[in-house]
């Protein structure tokens, strides 16, 4: 009898029950919903602030997944809203899992920065969509970064602005990576990001056999981004990766040979500590009155300050009682501290501040003025005030990159709400149109101080405006404690390492909390006193004078790409027509 065969019906059960796990997995990372969570928890991960630089790599890949999602639509042939629906929820996801923390300052700003912003981001990537349609994929592939960084050039100065995402900042974890900056600004950044993307992203379509170019697509497109499907090559595989490493490497070595320019001073930064829910304004449930406050602010002061010491600086709103400019000079505060500044000569003072100026009739007031019978036309403005010594009059900057919602309401809006009562004031906070900065004290002649508050730090192309006239030392003044213990106040700190690589300046910061400390020119961390305590810090800065590229040129790229994508658009609408016509 001959020898019974050995089934292979076990063999042939683990086998398709491997093919089926493996097939499940495929098809899960197929799904749109999934890709779309995946890009958003990508370019999340990659986001400042993180413990150390490596996360931010994410940054290189957190787009592929969104680009094969679209390929993956697009092949099959899904209409227009479906690809809208996950292109958004992409977006929205990303915004929500990096900026959630907005709605702690208010709610509703809160959910109008993820949702609408969101939606705005949806232009650039629609518009790449309708240029690959019409042009072809090469040029349509091409076209995404443009659009996308023309659309980052526009949210740094319209009415809806919150550049908080804007690629470039991106890299806010890993200063040592973007010494270019100084050349590029951050919008040389947002390009690298996209060139390792889509480079990634033209790897990837060569090893996953659906997402290639098909035959029928290769013979109807005028330019395809790859060429027919070909065996993947180890050379081709590398372009990636030098795109990534190549900056990397340029950096490092314009990192080891910068060196601190300028001549030293000795700055204080005060961090008071205070609660803005419950503790600083009046009408809070644990309100400490102003007059305490200054004598903690004082207080806080004097434990730093040496016969060196040439400035000092106190937070966004560290005075908070309405100063009418004007009078300013008869309010008792503003007395004590001219009698401190009396006891210390040599010593400059920076102080957030609460001011208001009126105007004699409507026709001289701002379209953000504001009107009550008793006071007529006035505005409110969150204003940076510098004592250059205890007699010189006060010198005024009023802060002009404006949170929308919160401090500014576009004009549309405010029309319509005008006429609600919304139990409160209603309106923008005033701004003017150029950046202050402060004159040098008599005994440091090279210590010229941009004030900039908040929000402002994070448009590389409006702190250059300081540097451009003149400023040799960037001043941050902020009250990050709006943002409660959240991811918020870390960014903003981190986004400062960016705007000394621009502008190659020093950089002193003093937060009511959050984080108060010292940045230097190479954007490296010196000091960075522990948030949620009542502090100062006493840092050495150096005051260059010297001018960058960026701050020279300004926004090249930006301004740049805008103009390649209105002739992108134009020729796009025009190629549609001819289809059109042709078609007929």
Not at 82 to 97: I, P, Q
Not at 196 to 213: A, T
Request: aromatic residues 12%.
């Amino acid at each position: 009898m001959p020898r019974p065969l050995a089934s292979p019906a076990p063999a042939a059960k683990t086998d398709t029950a491997t093919t089926t796990t493996s097939t499940a997995r495929t098809s899960l990372l197929q799904q749109p919903a999934v890709q779309a969570v995946l890009g958003a928890l990508l370019l999340w991960g990659g986001w400042a602030p993180h413990p150390s630089a490596p996360l931010s790599l994410l940054l290189f890949v957190g787009w592929v997944p969104y680009l094969v999602l679209e390929r993956q639509l697009t092949l099959q042939g899904a209409r227009k809203r479906r690809v809208f629906a996950y292109t958004y929820l992409f977006l929205v996801l990303w915004n929500a899992f990096t900026t959630w923390w907005v709605s702690y300052a208010e709610l509703g700003a809160g959910i109008a920065a993820v949702v609408l912003n969101a939606l705005l981001m949806c232009l650039p990537l629609m518009a790449f969509r309708q240029t690959k349609k019409r042009l072809g994929n090469r040029v349509g592939y091409l076209s995404l970064p443009i659009f996308w960084i023309a659309f980052e050039q526009l949210h740094l100065s319209w009415d809806l602005t919150w550049p908080w995402l804007t690629l470039g900042n991106g890299f806010a974890a890993a200063p040592q990576w973007v010494q270019w900056y100084e050349y590029t600004g951050f919008l040389g950044g947002s390009v690298w990001v996209w060139v390792v993307n889509l480079l990634f992203f033209n790897e990837l379509l060569k090893r996953i056999p659906s997402l290639s170019v098909s035959a029928m697509e290769y013979a109807s497109a005028a330019d395809p981004i790859i060429a027919k499907p070909a065996k993947p090559g180890r050379l081709a595989l590398a372009l990636p990766f030098l795109a990534l490493l190549l900056p990397v490497l340029l950096s490092y070595v314009i990192g080891a040979n910068y060196q601190e320019k300028g001549p030293p001073a000795e700055v204080v930064v005060v961090q008071p500590n205070l609660d803005p829910y419950v503790e600083k304004f009046e009408g809070g449930a644990k309100f400490v009155p102003y007059e305490e406050q200054l004598t903690r602010l004082l207080a806080l002061s004097e434990q730093k300050l040496t016969p060196q010491t040439r400035l000092v600086l106190w937070p966004e709103t560290a005075l908070e009682e309405s100063y009418w400019q004007n009078t300013i000079e008869s309010n008792p505060k503003i007395r004590r501290i001219r009698e401190w500044l009396a006891r210390h000569p040599g010593v400059a003072l920076l102080t957030g501040i609460t001011t208001i100026d009126s105007y004699p009739n409507k026709e001289a007031a701002s379209e953000t003025a504001r009107f009550r019978d008793d006071l007529g036309y006035y505005d409110i403005f969150n204003t940076g005030a510098y004592f250059a010594n205890a007699t010189a009059p006060i010198s005024f900057y009023h802060k002009s990159r404006l949170v929308p919602g919160v401090e500014k309401i576009p004009p549309v809006l405010a029309s319509v709400i005008s006429h609600i009562d919304l139990g409160g004031t209603v309106g923008s906070v005033g701004s003017q149109p150029d950046r202050t900065v402060y004159p040098a004290p008599d005994n440091a002649p090279d210590l010229r101080v941009a004030p900039i508050i908040c929000y402002e730090s994070i448009y590389g192309d409006f702190v250059a405006e300081y540097v451009k006239n003149g400023a040799t030392l960037l001043g941050v003044i902020t009250n990050d404690a709006w943002w409660h213990d959240s991811p918020g106040y870390r960014q903003l700190f981190s986004y400062g390492t960016l705007r000394c690589i621009e502008t190659r300046r020093d950089l002193a910061r003093s937060a009511n909390t959050g984080f108060t400390g010292f940045i230097n020119q190479k954007g490296e961390v010196i000091q960075r006193e522990q948030a949620w305590i009542p502090t100062a810090s006493r840092g050495t800065v150096h005051l260059n004078d010297e001018v960058t590229f960026y701050v020279r040129y300004g926004e090249l790229i930006g301004r740049g790409t805008q103009i390649l994508a209105v002739l992108l658009l134009v020729i796009a609408i025009v190629q549609g027509q001819r289809k059109k016509h042709l078609a007929r």
